[in-house]
């Protein structure tokens, strides 16, 4: 058993901008819409003009947690923070484009169809130089993410850290919509980060047996966001001032849990 406590959560989805921006029920507020897309976002840089919508979401999800904890970039500068990066498909995308491109003898930077493109960029953009994990996977991956990340705090290993998710699905939704059995409706982008600290509180993980309060609260209210949804219910928690909170998180017929004590 170790601590950590959570500093802030930035959250972006197709409703928009935090958990005020959710419905009450994503399945009525979508009607006939597979897909709820987030827009690229505009930032600005010359850097910028060349990275794919979902590094962009990366680095806006990055700034959306540091406005929501009052916090500059210089908060999080340098090796003191490391970075833990999760997603079920944030490149499926860009894999989609350089494949359709070179069919049609174009040329795409072949980096950008690599998992770790997305927390490059981010490192980059905020001068992040300590360590950093990559994830692949769903709900559940992200609560190991978050376990990686109180582990690495409470060690020792660094200051704080970052647990960041990316889902991205309007580029290949042809391809979700054909595994539908697979996943509910409807499907909404979503980019989120969690920072975590040192703090009093004793975290417990391991197995679940189901889904947690904020597990399905998070599902009715955004829909499906695979990696981000244990992201979206720490923000659910925080947003109700809740402290001892149980998280748990789903992929692929297994399910996980954290306990905040």
Sequence with gaps: MIGSR??????????GDG????????????????VLP??????????????TRECLLGVAAVGALLRRAGLDAAAIR????????VTAGAYGPSNRAFIEARAGGQSLHFPYTAPSAVPAEVAIEFGLT???????????????????????????????????????FEECESLWT?????????LVEAAACALLGPGESRV??????????LERSARARAGQTLACEPLIGLALARERGQRSLTL??????????????
């Design 248 to 261: 748990t998180g789903e992929w692929r017929g297994r399910r996980a849990t954290l306990e905040w004590n």
């Design 19 to 34: 958990v005020e921006s959710l419905p009450a029920s994503a399945r009525r507020a979508a009607g006939d819409r597979r």
């Design 178 to 186: 054909r595994g539908r059995w697979l996943l509910g409706r409807p």
């Design 6 to 15: 959570v500093e802030g959560v930035g959250l972006l989805t197709g409703w």
């Design 130 to 168: 300590g360590g950093y994990l990559i994830l692949i996977g769903g709900g559940a991956t992200t609560i190991d993410a978050l376990w990686q990340a109180t582990t690495l705090v409470q060690t020792g290993a660094c200051a704080r850290a970052l647990v960041l998710a990316v889902e991205v």
């Design 38 to 51: 987030l827009a690229r976002p505009d930032l600005a840089g010359d850097r910028f003009r060349r990275a």
């Design 78 to 85: 340098g090796s003191s923070t490391a970075l833990v990066y």
């Design 204 to 213: 417990t993980y391991g197995p679940a047996r189901g889904p947690s309060e």
